[in-house]
């Protein structure tokens, strides 16, 4: 899917910091540019849904989708858990693990432990959940709605 949303600009819709092993304290920084799309484009409003359930990979996508101008990001901080995964295993078999990357968008906003970038944060309420609604989808609805009233 990710190959139809034009990102709109050059930029890199990520960076990221790696160690270099041999030099305990050094990192090196590399941005993460993804490729354009070169055949059938998207180009109308992208409304991206996210909270707590989104984390790795999902949030690097959600980097790629807001590369394009004309995106929305709603809902709640994500797990903030981008990057790569080292294992380890301590005493009694209990396992551990932590990313080796620092991630983070162009602009050094810190997706580690932080989440993606939220336009309008929105999360679920109490009474929302009795009356059955998702206000979250609402809100996003609202919003679509709202800019194709524009047009």
């Given at each position: ?55 790795s990979y ?24 981008n990057?790569?995964i ?13 990313s080796?990357?620092?991630w ?9 432990r ?18 059955g ?16 009233e524009?047009?």
């Amino acid at each position: 899917i990710l190959k139809y949303i034009p990102s709109g600009n050059t930029e890199p819709s990520a960076c990221f910091t790696y160690p270099v092993f041999v030099l305990p304290g050094v990192f090196i920084i590399r941005n993460q540019s993804y490729p354009t799309c070169d055949g059938e484009k998207y180009n109308d409003l992208i409304v991206v849904l996210v909270n707590e359930m989104t984390q790795s990979y999902a949030e690097t996508c959600v980097q790629i989708i807001q590369s394009n101008n004309n995106t929305i990001t709603i809902g709640s901080q994500s797990a903030g858990a981008n990057g790569n995964i080292s294992e380890f295993i301590l005493p009694r078999g209990v396992l551990g693990a932590f990313s080796g990357l620092g991630w983070y968008y162009p602009d050094g906003w810190v997706v580690n432990r932080q989440g993606v970038k939220i336009d309008h944060e929105v999360r679920p309420t109490l009474e929302g959940v009795r009356e059955g609604r998702d206000e979250v989808l609402e809100t996003a609805l609202n919003l679509i709605e709202a800019n194709t009233e524009e047009e």
